[in-house]
């Protein structure tokens, strides 16, 4: 294309896309308003002058006497609580059990001697060769 085609279609292009003035709000139309007519002039008679009323100044009253401020106390200083210890742990005391002593008991005395082992020897046991080594349990 030639640098003028394009040149115009570039003009027209931007041309379509502006708005055009007679798209703007122009608002109301203006329309002079007739003129007001004026009141017939009468002449008025001059009022009166009246002196202005003056009021008597009021009586002076001294301001109320106050009471004296209360004399400044300043805040009582902040303490922090007590914070009391918790008791020492102590465990338990634990009583010992008493110890056991087994019952005692007492052998009724026998009624008899007891006889001597027949054939030298209890049952069961063999015979023993050297008695006289051994010390008799009495």
């Not at 896309?17 to 009141?39: H, R």
């Not at 005692?104 to 015979?127: D, E, R, S």
């Amino acid at each position: 294309m030639q640098i003028t085609s394009l040149l115009v279609l570039f003009v027209g292009v931007v041309v379509l896309a502006t708005p055009s003035f007679a798209d703007y709000y122009k608002g109301p139309k203006y329309v002079p308003k007739p003129p007001y007519s004026k009141p017939p002039q009468v002449e008025k008679p001059f009022p009166e002058h009246k002196p202005p009323k003056f009021e008597k100044p009021p009586v002076y009253k001294p301001p109320p006497k106050f009471e004296k401020p209360p004399v400044y106390k300043p805040p009582p200083v902040y303490k922090p609580p007590k914070i009391e210890k918790p008791p020492v742990y102590k465990p338990p005391k634990i009583e010992k059990p008493p110890v056991y002593k087994p019952p005692v008991i007492v052998k009724p005395p026998p009624f008899h001697k007891p006889l001597p082992p027949p054939y030298g020897h209890y049952p069961g046991h063999p015979p023993v060769e050297n008695a006289k080594n051994i010390k008799p349990n009495n």
